[in-house]
């Protein structure tokens, strides 16, 4: 007879497994992982929910919204100048290269050039161990390719 908990070429089976419930009061759940191995899911109760749900609506105002071509509606340097990134913030240091590559793509060279030194100048600072050394290594690649295109 043939195992049926292992396909054909010895990978064990990936389906999917309804969760078991433990307690219907607060949601707790056993789940099946992949690797065969039970685990137990914190569940929330009524109120948690509706807590969470009112701090996401009243104090978050919930979904962000982002409109089409906004980028194109901001000086990203008057709005780095005025506080409004935080270049601590990986995800915000990604948005603030996104402008410099928009700028490079729209074959704004100078522009490109002002922003990309002004961020690598901000960046350094931050870089310890040489953990952001991929995003400078970016920059004054795009430095490099602007003062080309402006020379």
């Known amino acids: 007879m043939e195992n049926h908990s ?16 433990l307690d219907g009061r607060t949601g707790e759940v056993i789940v099946r992982k992949s ?10 109760t ?4 509706e807590q969470q749900l009112q701090h996401y609506f009243q104090v ?10 906004w980028m194109d509606k901001v000086d990203p340097l008057a709005q780095i100048r005025n506080g409004e990134y935080d ?8 948005v603030l290269s996104g402008f410099c590559h928009r700028f490079y793509y ?4 100078e522009q490109c050039l002002d ?10 600072p931050f ?25």
């Open 115 to 124: 922003l990309s030194s002004y961020l690598l100048g901000l960046f350094e």
């Open 87 to 94: 270049v601590s913030n990986k995800h915000q240091r990604q």
């Open 6 to 21: 292992k396909k054909p070429h010895g990978v064990k089976d990936q389906s999917v497994t309804k969760p078991i419930s």
């Open 46 to 49: 009524e109120e948690e929910y």
């Open 127 to 151: 870089n310890v161990k040489n953990k952001m050394k991929r995003e400078l290594e970016e920059l004054n690649y795009m430095i490099e390719q602007c003062r080309k295109q402006v020379l």
């Open 106 to 109: 729209q074959r704004k060279y």
């Open 60 to 69: 978050e105002k919930g979904p962000v919204r982002t409109d089409i071509g």
């Open 35 to 44: 690797t065969g191995k039970t685990k137990v899911r914190k569940g929330q």
